[in-house]
Nanobody, 124 residues
Protein backbone atom coordinates (compact mmCIF):
# COMPACT_ATOMS: atom_id res chain seq x y z
CA UNK A 1 0.00 0.00 0.00
CA UNK A 2 1.31 3.42 -0.97
CA UNK A 3 -0.14 6.82 -0.11
CA UNK A 4 0.88 9.78 -2.24
CA UNK A 5 0.62 13.48 -1.42
CA UNK A 6 1.46 16.14 -4.03
CA UNK A 7 2.57 19.68 -3.32
CA UNK A 8 4.15 22.61 -5.09
CA UNK A 9 1.40 23.69 -7.43
CA UNK A 10 0.39 27.30 -7.86
CA UNK A 11 -0.01 30.22 -10.22
CA UNK A 12 2.89 31.17 -12.47
CA UNK A 13 3.35 33.34 -15.54
CA UNK A 14 4.10 31.83 -18.91
CA UNK A 15 7.81 31.11 -19.21
CA UNK A 16 8.15 30.53 -15.50
CA UNK A 17 9.01 27.42 -13.50
CA UNK A 18 7.51 25.28 -10.79
CA UNK A 19 8.68 22.14 -9.02
CA UNK A 20 6.07 19.65 -7.94
CA UNK A 21 6.80 17.16 -5.18
CA UNK A 22 5.04 13.94 -4.33
CA UNK A 23 5.76 12.37 -0.96
CA UNK A 24 5.02 8.69 -0.54
CA UNK A 25 4.40 6.56 2.49
CA UNK A 26 5.62 3.01 2.80
CA UNK A 27 8.95 1.26 3.11
CA UNK A 28 9.11 -0.06 -0.45
CA UNK A 29 9.10 3.22 -2.37
CA UNK A 30 12.07 2.24 -4.50
CA UNK A 31 10.22 -0.81 -5.81
CA UNK A 32 7.56 1.32 -7.53
CA UNK A 33 7.64 3.04 -10.85
CA UNK A 34 6.31 6.58 -10.57
CA UNK A 35 4.46 8.79 -12.96
CA UNK A 36 2.97 12.23 -13.33
CA UNK A 37 -0.32 12.79 -15.11
CA UNK A 38 -2.44 15.87 -15.59
CA UNK A 39 -6.04 16.75 -16.31
CA UNK A 40 -7.20 20.08 -17.67
CA UNK A 41 -10.82 21.23 -17.36
CA UNK A 42 -13.04 19.45 -19.86
CA UNK A 43 -10.23 17.18 -21.01
CA UNK A 44 -9.21 13.63 -20.30
CA UNK A 45 -6.33 12.81 -18.03
CA UNK A 46 -3.05 12.62 -19.92
CA UNK A 47 0.37 11.19 -19.29
CA UNK A 48 3.19 13.63 -18.53
CA UNK A 49 6.28 11.70 -17.38
CA UNK A 50 7.42 8.52 -15.71
CA UNK A 51 10.51 7.15 -13.98
CA UNK A 52 11.20 3.47 -13.57
CA UNK A 53 11.56 1.59 -10.33
CA UNK A 54 15.14 1.41 -8.97
CA UNK A 55 16.70 3.03 -12.03
CA UNK A 56 16.73 6.56 -13.40
CA UNK A 57 15.18 5.62 -16.71
CA UNK A 58 12.64 8.26 -17.69
CA UNK A 59 10.08 8.87 -20.42
CA UNK A 60 8.12 11.98 -21.32
CA UNK A 61 5.11 13.03 -23.30
CA UNK A 62 6.12 14.89 -26.45
CA UNK A 63 4.31 18.00 -25.23
CA UNK A 64 6.66 18.39 -22.24
CA UNK A 65 9.90 16.86 -23.52
CA UNK A 66 12.81 19.22 -23.03
CA UNK A 67 10.86 21.39 -20.56
CA UNK A 68 9.94 19.01 -17.73
CA UNK A 69 12.20 16.71 -15.73
CA UNK A 70 11.07 13.87 -13.49
CA UNK A 71 13.36 12.64 -10.74
CA UNK A 72 13.14 10.60 -7.57
CA UNK A 73 14.87 10.54 -4.20
CA UNK A 74 14.38 7.10 -2.73
CA UNK A 75 15.93 8.15 0.59
CA UNK A 76 13.20 10.77 0.97
CA UNK A 77 10.40 8.69 -0.60
CA UNK A 78 9.74 11.58 -2.95
CA UNK A 79 9.30 12.06 -6.68
CA UNK A 80 9.66 15.46 -8.30
CA UNK A 81 8.54 17.14 -11.48
CA UNK A 82 10.60 20.17 -12.42
CA UNK A 83 8.61 22.23 -14.92
CA UNK A 84 10.38 24.95 -16.89
CA UNK A 85 9.27 27.23 -19.73
CA UNK A 86 5.68 26.78 -18.67
CA UNK A 87 2.90 27.51 -21.15
CA UNK A 88 -0.79 28.32 -20.57
CA UNK A 89 -1.65 24.92 -22.04
CA UNK A 90 0.20 23.29 -19.12
CA UNK A 91 -2.60 24.49 -16.85
CA UNK A 92 -4.13 21.41 -15.19
CA UNK A 93 -4.43 19.42 -12.01
CA UNK A 94 -1.27 17.35 -11.75
CA UNK A 95 -1.36 13.88 -10.18
CA UNK A 96 1.43 11.58 -9.17
CA UNK A 97 0.91 7.84 -9.33
CA UNK A 98 2.74 4.64 -8.45
CA UNK A 99 2.92 1.35 -10.29
CA UNK A 100 4.36 -2.01 -9.37
CA UNK A 101 4.86 -2.91 -13.04
CA UNK A 102 8.32 -3.08 -14.54
CA UNK A 103 9.33 -0.94 -17.45
CA UNK A 104 8.06 2.34 -18.78
CA UNK A 105 4.34 2.79 -18.13
CA UNK A 106 2.48 5.68 -19.73
CA UNK A 107 -1.11 4.56 -19.27
CA UNK A 108 -3.12 5.43 -16.22
CA UNK A 109 -4.63 1.98 -15.87
CA UNK A 110 -1.15 0.59 -15.13
CA UNK A 111 -0.97 2.65 -11.94
CA UNK A 112 -2.55 1.41 -8.73
CA UNK A 113 -1.97 4.35 -6.42
CA UNK A 114 -2.80 8.01 -6.97
CA UNK A 115 -2.39 11.26 -5.11
CA UNK A 116 -5.12 13.84 -4.66
CA UNK A 117 -3.65 16.25 -7.19
CA UNK A 118 -2.22 19.75 -7.13
CA UNK A 119 -3.39 22.66 -9.29
CA UNK A 120 -0.99 24.31 -11.70
CA UNK A 121 -2.17 27.47 -13.42
CA UNK A 122 -0.07 29.24 -16.04
CA UNK A 123 -1.16 32.73 -17.01
CA UNK A 124 -0.41 34.27 -20.38
Amino acid sequence: QVQLVESGGGLVQAGGSLRLSCAASGRTFSSYGLGWFRQAPGKEREFVATIRRNVDNTYYADSVKGRFTISRDNAKNTVYLQMNSLKPEDTAVYYCAATSYYGIRQYGHDYSYWGQGTQVTVSS
